[in-house]
């Protein structure tokens, strides 16, 4: 039995702001979600993003917060059920951080922020939105993982182990769950024109089938798909919008 | 809160379980809550859903003490 979308749920993109994340919320609102934009320190961008979504007549709202600070999951979901004014029935797990290097010379730090950032806030923000689709029988977790993860990239030891564990944490807590009419999936980009990737080199893009860089659109699109009504039967996998790459 | 009764926790356990899937008729004190099949995930729900009718918080070590319908509503009149 496929569950309804409840009236008045809404979404929540970490790292909104820009690139990926910012083109996933806009997707959500065009599928009439109203839309809590999250971002760390880009105020005018997740401005921008907010007023993009609102001039094409969907709801927006920005939030600032640091998901990589285990006090903001719960405040995050709380602000954003506040502003939109019902709970959050659909999380994307957007925001992330690379600190590259090769492993024989990753520093503590350079592991912990990207641990903490990629797979640990996408756990604690995951465990509590599904406080609320638990109750709702209804929800939508999309966790954006890489290509870079289930596949190797020299230099990102720290950025893959984050990424495929996104991928794992996501198999399991989507069997956890799947009774309740909530699905939990992952959506593996590969190389995505954004800000983050300008410093790919070119002979990397060369290995891409599809022969181009993806664009935010591209992935926001599955995302999109994902958190439908009409996805209600997936769970627990994860979609590779990567041209070919992982193939 | 004191002046929480039995028959309140009772009718909010039952109506929880209800909707968890076990039959109305099977649910009593007495009845153990794996034979109503309910499991691990439907404990989670029914400790959020105390917690939100009577604000008492249960511990998953709480929970994990809970064997049967008359051990969750004791639980939660005691903690009340």
């Not at chain 1, 596949?151 to 984050?162: I, L, P, T, V």
């Not at chain 1, 564990?165 to 954004?194: D, H, M, S």
């Not at chain 2, 039952?14 to 109305?24: C, E, K, M, R």
Request: glycine share 10%; charged share 20%; hydrophobic share 50%.
């Amino acid at each position: 039995m496929s569950h309804a979308r409840p009236e008045g749920a809404s979404a929540l993109v970490t790292g909104g702001s820009r690139g990926i994340g910012a083109a996933i919320a806009g997707a959500l609102a065009a599928d009439g979600w109203p839309v809590a934009v999250n971002y760390r320190s880009a105020a005018a961008e997740a401005a921008a993003t907010v007023a993009s979504i609102e001039a094409s007549g969907g709801r927006a709202v920005a939030i600032a917060g640091d998901v990589a600070d285990p006090a903001v999951a719960a405040l995050l979901l709380d602000a954003a059920a506040e502003a939109l004014g019902g709970p959050v029935l659909a999380l994307v797990n957007n925001a992330g951080v690379r600190a590259d290097g090769l492993a024989l010379s990753l520093s503590d730090e350079d592991w912990r922020i990207v641990l903490d950032t990629n797979l640990g806030s996408t756990y604690r923000l995951t465990r509590v939105a599904l406080r609320a689709m638990i109750r709702a029988r209804f929800g939508r977790v999309i966790n954006i993982a890489s290509v870079v993860g289930p596949r190797a990239n020299a230099g990102q030891a720290n950025y893959a182990a984050s990424k495929a564990a996104v991928i794992a944490f996501t198999k399991t807590a989507a069997v956890e769950v799947a009774r309740r009419g909530v699905t939990i999936n992952a959506v593996a980009p590969g190389l995505i024109a954004t800000d983050m990737t300008q410093d790919i080199p070119e002979a990397f893009r060369e290995k891409v089938p599809a022969g181009r860089a993806g664009t935010p659109e591209e992935v926001a699109a599955a995302v999109a798909f994902l958190a439908s009504e009409r996805a209600g039967y997936i769970t627990g996998s994860t979609v590779y919008v990567d041209g070919g790459l992982s193939a | 809160m004191a002046d929480l009764t039995t028959e309140q926790i009772e009718k909010v356990i039952t109506d929880s379980l209800i909707s968890f899937g076990a039959n109305a008729e099977d649910i009593n004190r007495d009845a153990e809550l794996a034979a109503l099949d309910i499991d691990s995930l439907d404990l989670a729900e029914l400790s959020q859903i105390i917690e939100e009718h009577f604000g008492v918080e249960l511990t998953s070590a709480d929970v994990a003490e809970i064997t049967t319908v008359g051990d969750a509503i004791d639980l939660v009149a005691e903690r009340g």
